[in-house]
């Protein structure tokens, strides 16, 4: 319950668009949020976007305008999609699930991670 299976990601000119889907193993139910975090070489893992189950989103400022994180909450989906790709996106993109698990509480899982080049 709770893995994380990203797929989406590659190589892109700058301006150009990506899709980045994240689908989560397993029954979640109840107030949960997902989302994408994104890790550039050199640099500490940082927030991108993410969504809550009632619908509402956060956003980090470098990509407010170009992103849309959206998701299905019956199938345990989260897609971000990427327009105007800088050179600066460029990194490793992690979905990120935090739920309440039977048992255990709040608990936040990882995917594997997906890279994203975009070249000038």
């Known amino acids: 319950q709770g893995q994380l299976v990203e797929s989406g990601g590659g190589l892109v000119q700058a301006g150009g668009s990506l899709t980045l889907d994240c689908a989560a193993s397993?029954?979640?139910?109840?107030?949960?949020?997902m989302g994408w975090y994104r890790q550039a070489p050199g640099k500490q893992r940082e927030l991108v976007a993410t969504?809550?189950?009632?619908?509402?989103?956060n956003y980090a400022d470098p990509v407010k305008g170009r992103f849309t994180v959206s998701r299905d909450s019956a199938k345990n989906t989260v897609t971000l999609q990427m327009n105007n790709l800088k050179p600066e996106d460029t990194g490793d993109y992690y979905c990120?699930?935090?739920?309440?698990?039977?048992?255990?509480?709040?608990?936040?899982?990882w995917g594997p991670g997906t890279q994203v080049t975009v070249s000038l």
């Open positions: 990120y699930l935090k739920y309440i698990r039977p048992r255990y509480g709040w608990t936040t899982t």
């Open positions: 969504i809550s189950r009632p619908g509402s989103t």
């Open positions: 397993g029954k979640i139910s109840g107030d949960n949020t």
